[in-house]
């Protein structure tokens, strides 16, 4: 789709759809984000915000776990835990230490030898604020930093910055404390308390949670503020609506319509691909290699420079389903079995649902849900093969296999060129289009002739 030609490209309805990856990542249902972004403006108006300031409230909302995918390997390796099971039930605890201690307790090591679960269990008690900081500020810090880049105020990047940060100074990283914490910081917490208890026990648990952490967590005039607002209307009916996304875009910041030109969509594909590859050590710049070795492969195959430029977004978002993946898989480094090895497959399912739901990204969509097909019909999801693979994802298959193999990964260190390019050619013409490969060797030939 060409951007200069769309003229209707709200930067709220692409950042509400891309949010439903978050959601994935933090293991929230479909629409946390959504629906903390309804309960945090409506509490941002609540309290008489100003315009500007709603707008820069409203797009932190939509974006606040921007930093999520960046503590997830750590996460799964201080305790040996799905990071993203682990990730939705610690948003249930309060931190108080009788929760903390049942929390680590049970999740925990849960599938290794006693050995090795006592192990962890004790570094982690023994260094437990240790921890939970260095999570936390890799998260924020991270967040803050992607959202820098995706052009967004000062104000949202502080914001996210300072989610985790609690009124009595008990929060993380840096123990902010009252008044010195970003208020966007403090209803975006709130509201994403509210919606996390919500769903998983109800609205009475909800407001039981806010009232609770009240004077610790939270302002208590937030907190009298939100119960003020709760009361009113239909509240909790509205927020369970299906159609509460459409109810989220027509708020007053999101009509102020933001649109999205060729230069800033080429900046958010990229901002999130940043979110994809963090989510493991091992992927890190993976999706911006895998862009460029595309954009190489298509520019010698003769494509426009508005087709490159297009195929090179899908190359940059073909592994966001992968934030649906827990690191146990991903980074595990011996065989997956039979049930691990079907998780990694169903990756570029959820690519292709997130992507088809973005109408900027929909022609996308076939492309980062096609990327493991195979000419010979022996690939995943679908076991398309031939001419049923287009011209676009073959492209895409060729690069992604090239850096897979030119990459460290957890099971082997990266190969040199040439010998990926001698494992590449045994796949010609089963998994990899031999056009596209001898592109790439061109691409890559030429590419070297000019730096030498």
């Given at each position: 789709m060409d951007i200069s030609q769309q003229q209707h490209i709200r930067l709220a309805e692409l950042l509400s759809a891309l949010s439903h990856a978050l959601d994935l990542t933090e293991g929230q249902p479909r629409g946390h984000c959504i629906r903390c972004c309804w309960i945090g403006t409506q509490l941002g108006m609540t309290i008489k915000l100003w315009p500007d300031e709603l707008s820069d409230l409203y797009y932190t909302l939509l974006l606040k776990d921007l930093g999520c995918s960046s503590n997830a390997a750590r996460i799964c390796e201080l305790y040996l835990a799905d990071d993203i099971g682990f990730k939705r039930d610690f948003k249930l605890i309060d931190g108080s230490l009788p929760q903390a201690l049942r929390f680590v307790l049970g999740h925990t090591g849960l599938d290794k030898s006693l050995a090795e679960r006592f192990r962890a269990i004790i570094g982690i008690l023994k260094n437990g604020g240790e921890i939970a900081r260095e999570l936390i500020e890799a998260r924020c810090h991270r967040g803050a930093e992607i959202a820098a880049k995706m052009r967004f105020s000062s104000a949202v990047c502080d914001a996210i910055q300072n989610l985790d940060e609690h009124w009595d100074g008990g929060g993380k990283p840096g123990g902010r404390i009252q008044k010195d914490i970003p208020l966007f910081s403090q209803i975006a917490l709130l509201a994403q308390v509210v919606d996390v208890f919500n769903i998983a026990n109800g609205s009475a648990a909800a407001v039981r949670e806010v009232l609770n952490r009240s004077g610790t967590w939270f302002d208590p005039d937030l907190v009298a503020a939100f119960i003020h607002l709760q009361g009113q209307g239909d509240f909790w009916g509205i927020l369970a609506e299906e159609g509460?996304?459409?109810?989220?875009?027509?708020?007053?910041?999101?009509?102020?319509?933001?649109?999205?030109?060729?230069?800033?969509?080429?900046?958010?594909?990229?901002?999130?691909?940043?979110?994809?590859?963090?989510?493991?050590?091992?992927?890190?710049?993976?999706?911006?290699?895998?862009?460029?070795?595309?954009?190489?492969?298509?520019?010698?195959?003769?494509?426009?420079?508005?087709?490159?430029?297009?195929?090179?977004?899908?190359?940059?978002?073909?592994?966001?389903?992968?934030?649906?993946?827990?690191?146990?898989?991903?980074?595990?480094?011996?065989?997956?079995?039979?049930?691990?090895?079907?998780?990694?497959?169903?990756?570029?399912?959820?690519?292709?649902?997130?992507?088809?739901?973005?109408?900027?990204?929909?022609?996308?969509?076939?492309?980062?849900?096609?990327h493991h097909e195979r000419l010979d019909g022996k690939g995943y999801p679908r076991g398309l093969a031939g001419t049923d693979i287009s011209l676009e994802t073959r492209i895409v298959t060729t690069a992604d296999i090239f850096d897979a193999l030119t990459a460290d990964r957890p099971y082997r260190p990266a190969m040199p060129v040439s010998q990926a390019y001698g494992i590449m050619r045994k796949d010609l013409g089963k998994a990899i289009d031999p056009n596209c490969f001898e592109a790439l060797q061109a691409a890559l030939a030429r590419a070297e002739a000019e730096v030498a």
């Open positions: 509460l996304p459409e109810l989220v875009l027509d708020l007053e910041p999101a009509k102020a319509k933001r649109l999205v030109d060729e230069d800033y969509l080429d900046e958010i594909a990229t901002g999130f691909a940043q979110v994809i590859d963090a989510k493991s050590t091992f992927t890190r710049g993976h999706s911006e290699r895998v862009a460029v070795f595309t954009d190489m492969i298509a520019e010698e195959l003769g494509m426009s420079p508005q087709r490159r430029r297009w195929l090179g977004r899908g190359a940059l978002l073909h592994d966001i389903g992968k934030l649906a993946i827990s690191n146990a898989i991903l980074d595990k480094p011996g065989k997956l079995t039979d049930q691990e090895f079907a998780a990694i497959k169903s990756h570029p399912v959820h690519s292709e649902a997130i992507l088809m739901n973005i109408d900027v990204f929909k022609d996308l969509a076939p492309v980062a849900g096609g």
